[in-house]
DNA sequence: TCTGGGGTCCTAGGACCC
DNA sequence: TCTGGGGTCCTAGGACCC
């Protein structure tokens, strides 16, 4: 494996650790009968399929798939369909990253099911694949949900290592390590291209037309072509696949952008409607602002007609807002939001989606008042109790320029109760 | 009728300046 | 025939991720 991932004398080893079909993982712990049947996660709007259970994906239903084309499908082969819970998903996400934490002080929660943790110098001490099945009965035993573990010397390797192991889980048990120069070469033959870690549907077409189908071709390929044809981020993919240690942790970033944007249920072509939606938009935006304790200096706006329709008009709509100073009040998000949707909107056509993106973030506390246009400091006070109000004691606070009556909401016909975050949800066991 | 949402990073090229 | 040149900043858009 050449020396490039030693250093001294102590090994170094990355886990990537992925909760297997996580969404439909988590479906199935508050309700076991689901056990060894197909299960599928909508999302927003129960729109199109995001996860599935190996059983659905043997049936052939594909991620993205549009719920409505496939309902029959759906009820003929007897799959269980759900609304995206998310409450619930990022409840049990916390509880799987928690117990990982104990395993390793170094990790990297990567996304809502996966993580990376670093196992430098473990190998010394620990038999690793033996110490990935502890981590994998653990995860079961006090959680309920299924995962899989890739260790190798680097990040993408992990990756590679992971995929392994979930394709093969009688053999592997879900665990796979990477580890001699032959696992690393072996592994990455039989890693198609498009199956790379930051290789994409771009990519891989383009390597497929020079007769590059797998990880190890691509490893072979000169620096300079690799760089040229996919910039430095290419580069660094291509050596850390060859076993130079190129990617490392990554930190908790503090978000650079905050977007909340969302597709109607049903067309949209009166302004006062869509002044609705990006009021609600804009709430939703100062409350993800203030907890990470951000205010922003330009809002973006944009509205979308419906890209699925051709036969009706189409016009994508944006707009650059500057702020004359940084807030994270939703009454000043609101008037800012407002005034960009009517620079933007166009009488005419109906429209399908809007959103906001809250850009160039600054800290809370690093604000820099200008001598006329500054934020009204009750706003502060305001913004804080009704924070308070809304998660602290299950009250939801709306606005003036919010719809009352729920019109809007989100259609989630098969939504799962909110089993482990709502006491009125908590599910019942009952004794003989 | 019905097709998700939220992020990051990099590069090319234009605007502008001296 | 020949039409400066180089630096910086900004933006749009492409590519990727889950």
Known sequence: MGNSHKRGKVLLMYALIDCNNFYASCERVFNPSLVG?????????????????????????????????????????????????????????????????EFSPDIEVYSIDESFLRFDG?????????????????????TGIPISVG?????????????????????????????????????????????VWGIGRAHSKRLQAIQIDNAYKFTQLPNDYVQKQMSIVGLRLKRDLSGERILDLEKIPVKKNIAVTRSFKNNIDDVRDLEERVATYA?????????????????????????????????????????PYPTNSSIDLIKFAKSGLHRIYKEGYKFKKAGIIAMELTPENQKQYTLFTSENPKHLILMKTIDHLNTQTGQKVKFGSQDLKSFWKMRRERLSPRYSTRLEDIIKVICH
């Open 37 to 101: 049947k197909p299960v599928v996660v909508l999302s927003n709007n129960d729109g199109c399929v995001i996860a599935r259970s190996n059983e659905a994906k043997a049936l052939g239903i594909v991620m993205g798939a549009p719920a409505f084309q496939f309902e029959k499908d759906f009820e003929a082969k007897g799959v269980h369909v759900f609304s995206s819970n998310y409450a619930l998903y990022g409840d049990m996400s916390a509880r799987v990253m928690n117990i990982l934490s």
């Open 151 to 195: 260790i190798a010397p680097t990040k993408s390797l992990g990756k590679v290592a992971n995929k392994i192991a979930k394709k093969f889980p009688v053999r592997t048990q879900g665990a796979y390590a990477i580890d001699s120069e032959e696992s690393r070469i072996k592994a990455l033959k039989w890693t198609k291209i498009e199956d």
């Open 122 to 142: 473990f190998k010394e001490h620990f038999n690793l694949q033996q110490y990935a099945l502890e981590i994998i009965a653990r995860i079961k035993r006090d």
């Open 283 to 323: 709430i939703k935006m100062g409350e993800k602002l203030r907890r990470q304790k951000s205010c922003c200096t330009v809002i973006y706006v944009f509205l979308h007609t419906n890209q699925h329709r051709q036969d009706l008009a189409q016009l994508h709509r944006a707009v650059t807002i500057k702020l």
